[in-house]
């Protein structure tokens, strides 16, 4: 499965879009680009995940680039409780384990 | 509710003294794995199980046992605990194969060996 590349931190203001950057530049045809994110030690939660078309839900979107090479995840409106953790994967499916990295430290300030 | 229960919570022991950390799910999932996370290494896999008596070795798998008897349950055995396996331990199920929504975890299990 490729590998990801997240910066460690990142800050942003409350009320504003929140965009973490992720850079898959070995992703294959077939994989996945999923996000999860973990706050203050609690179990990783789903948040989205697309293949090629850019992905919206009641959470997040997902933007891809066309050569699929990075994605953003955008927060369209960060609170305090979106400080966390959050954490690109990308996997193929159907596919059996899911590899995490370091992620994306994110505190969204007052 | 769809949930991935684990237990202990909280657990402190010693050195050597062989313990068993549970974890259940209640959505007749096949997939379920373990974790554990330290600081700056991020999520590692220990073990994980396709199936009921199917189990496979993770990235950090030494140390530790599994066993799956049944499908809701998975628990992660440490028959000589050391300072080392002191650690933040996640338990995930999903179906298998792996489909849209990935992995459910259950809340963690801190654990502190000394």
Redo the contacts between chains.
Sequence with gaps: DAKTTQPPSMDCAEGRAANLPCNHSTISGNEYV?W?RQIH??????II?GLKNNETNEMASLIITEDRKSSTLILPHATLRDTAVY?CIV?R???????????TSLTVIP | EAQVTQNPRYLITVTGKKLTVTCSQNMNHEYMSWYRQDPGLGLRQIYYSMNVEVTDKGDVPEGYKVSRKEKRNFPLILESPSPNQTSLYFCASSTAPLTNYGYTFGSGTRLTVV
Excluded at chain 1, 41 to 46: A, E, L, W
Aim: a neutral charge; hydrophobic letters at 20%; proline letters at 9%.
């Design positions: 999923y999860y030690s609690q179990g990783p939660q789903y995940h954490y996997i499916l159907p596919g059996n384990q899911f590899y995490f990295g370091t992620g």
